[in-house]
């Protein structure tokens, strides 16, 4: 089993920056994609960002330009830098990661507990 949790959320004004982080630890082998995503109350989980062992990102459209997501692998962790938050950004955010454990040859993919971002107007 894999544990992922993820620190950084808080409260901010408009305009503001935070850094989410998001360690990956357990029986890891290898760990394929990571990424980002948000919910707020009522409404589906939406995908943020994701990156590949290769670094390959992808966005949603809605963060393009002012979220950038990036990964360490060595440390199995993924960030998720937010600049210029919006007060539509305010959700909870879940980061997941798509990973084989040593004597396994099948992916399987684990959620972190998540974390709240708040932006005030």
């Known amino acids: 089993q894999v544990q992922l949790q993820e620190s950084g959320g808080g409260l901010v004004q408009a305009g503001g920056s935070l850094r989410l982080s998001c360690p990956a630890s357990g029986n890891i082998f290898s760990i394929n994609a990571m990424g980002w995503y948000r919910q707020v109350p009522g409404k589906q989980r939406e995908l943020v960002a994701t990156?590949?062992?290769?670094?390959?990102?992808n966005y949603a459209d809605s963060v393009k330009g002012r979220f950038t997501i990036s990964r360490d692998n060595a440390k199995n962790t993924v960030y998720l830098q937010m600049n210029n938050l919006k007060p539509e950004d305010t959700a909870v955010y879940f980061c997941?990661?798509?990973?084989?454990?040593?004597?396994?040859?099948?992916?399987?993919?684990?959620w972190g507990q998540g974390t709240q971002v708040t932006v005030s107007s």
């Open positions: 997941n990661a798509d990973y084989w454990s040593s004597g396994s040859y099948f992916v399987e993919r684990s």
């Open positions: 990156i590949t062992s290769g670094g390959s990102t």
